[in-house]
T-cell receptor, first 114, second 115 residues
């Protein structure tokens, strides 16, 4: 998990509420990602960004929003439009230097709905 | 489009026995392949990768993987399994389409090492 921090570890959301998950990296990686993992399932890509001030939708972007104002930070907002937000959220960043491409993950945030 | 498949949801192996976790891929061009391990309520940890070079790649915790181009496989192996190896394992391929930085993950294989 080294170099990528996610907070909080657990997050509770009330119905109709927007919540923001934090992801910070000190690895000087250009690219950052958000994934959602449901129990017993694989990873699904929500959003990704390969450069500051630019990001692209992944496979399940509806109900989520992101920003990339700084290279180190890629916060994810789970909006009230996301009707089933309970999941484990994983942030990742990657080296994109030719021949060294590798993705690294943070420790995750578990989001629960009250 | 790039894809990976992990055909086994779960693999059981006795402690001390060799283990194999299977992964096959479908890519256009040369594949960039990765293995990750996930322990409960934790993020994924990088184990090893193949980008180019030797077909046998050695990684963390005694794991290795063999790239087989003719069989389009990248199976994860360890000569002697430990109970502490019990975890969820993911194979991944980097999407090399121009202008994208996406990584595509398999559905995961749960490894259970029995004492």
């Amino acid at each position: 998990d080294g170099g990528i921090t996610q907070s909080p570890k657990y997050l509770f959301r009330k119905e109709g509420q927007n919540v923001t998950l934090s992801c910070e990296q000190n690895l000087n990686h250009d690219a950052m990602y958000w994934y959602r993992q449901d129990p017993g399932q694989g990873l699904r890509l929500i959003y990704y960004s390969h450069i500051v001030n630019d990001f692209q939708k992944g496979d399940i972007a509806e109900g989520y929003s992101v920003s990339r104002e700084k290279k180190e930070s890629f916060p994810l907002t789970v909006t009230s439009a996301q009707k089933n937000p309970t999941a484990f959220y994983l942030c990742a960043s990657s080296i994109e230097q030719a021949g060294k491409e590798t993705q690294y993950f943070g420790p995750g945030t578990r989001l629960l709905v009250l | 489009a790039q894809s990976v498949a992990q055909p086994e949801d779960q693999v059981n192996v006795a402690e001390g026995n060799p283990l194999t976790v299977k992964c096959t891929y479908s890519v256009s061009g040369n594949p960039y392949l990765f293995w990750y391990v996930q322990y409960p309520n934790r993020g994924l940890q990088f184990l090893l990768k193949y980008i180019t070079g030797d077909n046998l790649v050695k990684g963390s915790y005694g794991f290795e993987a063999e790239f087989n181009k003719s069989q389009t496989s990248f199976h994860l192996k360890k000569p002697s399994a430990l109970v502490s190896d019990s975890a969820l394992y993911f194979c991944a391929v980097r999407d090399i389409a121009q202008g994208t930085y996406k990584y595509i993950f398999g559905t995961g294989t749960r490894l259970k090492v029995l004492a």
